[in-house]
């Protein structure tokens, strides 16, 4: 496959992870992740999930949960290597903005998700200055 149609593949599969996040739909969360290759989880604030059977709990876990909150990405951008990817993104849950890492991976000749990781972003503050020129040491 060339890299444009992996490209759309990825971002077309990106957003149909969203899409099962904000439906709730556990069978298309489920559907997306890979069946044979390590698949690994870290929720906002969870410690780090290994496995399908416990990524998949993880999820069905938070797709219970009523929350009626549209779960988007944006400025997703794509970085291919060999049969890996990752689509980095923000994640928009209602006024939350959190930074997301989505690993892909080709599993029988598919892109399947292999890895999810999101985590909040600190709000831009105005009064924070930035030097011209950075001190010579940091630490």
Same mark, same amino acid.
């Not at 709990?57 to 794509?78: C, K, M, Y």
């Given at each position: 496959?060339?890299?444009?149609?992996?490209?759309?593949?990825?971002?077309?599969?990106?957003?149909?992870?969203?899409?099962?996040?904000?439906?709730?739909?556990?069978?298309?969360?489920?559907?997306?992740?890979?069946?044979?290759? +390590?698949?690994?989880?870290?929720?906002?604030?969870?410690? /780090?999930?290994?496995?399908?059977? /416990?990524?998949?709990?993880?999820?069905?876990?938070?797709?219970?949960?009523?929350?009626?909150?549209?779960?988007?990405?944006?400025?997703?951008?794509?970085?291919?290597?060999?049969?890996?990817?990752?689509?980095?993104?923000?994640?928009?849950?209602?006024?939350?903005?959190?930074?997301?890492?989505?690993?892909? /991976?080709?599993?029988?000749?598919?892109?399947?998700?292999?890895?999810?990781? /999101?985590? +909040?972003?600190?709000?831009?503050?105005?009064?924070?200055?930035?030097?011209?020129?950075?001190?010579?040491?940091?630490?």
């Amino acid at each position: 496959m060339n890299d444009m149609t992996d490209r759309d593949t990825l971002l077309a599969l990106n957003q149909a992870f969203y899409r099962a996040f904000t439906n709730r739909d556990a069978a298309a969360m489920e559907a997306l992740w890979a069946e044979t290759l +390590p698949v690994s989880c870290i929720h906002p604030g969870w410690t /780090a999930l290994f496995g399908r059977d /416990a990524v998949l709990t993880s999820w069905r876990d938070v797709l219970r949960s009523p929350s009626g909150i549209t779960v988007e990405a944006r400025n997703e951008r794509v970085t291919l290597h060999g049969n890996t990817a990752l689509v980095v993104c923000e994640e928009t849950l209602g006024d939350a903005v959190l930074a997301a890492t989505n690993l892909f /991976a080709r599993e029988k000749g598919n892109w399947r998700l292999a890895h999810h990781q /999101a985590g +909040p972003i600190a709000p831009a503050r105005a009064d924070l200055e930035i030097p011209a020129k950075l001190p010579r040491r940091l630490h």
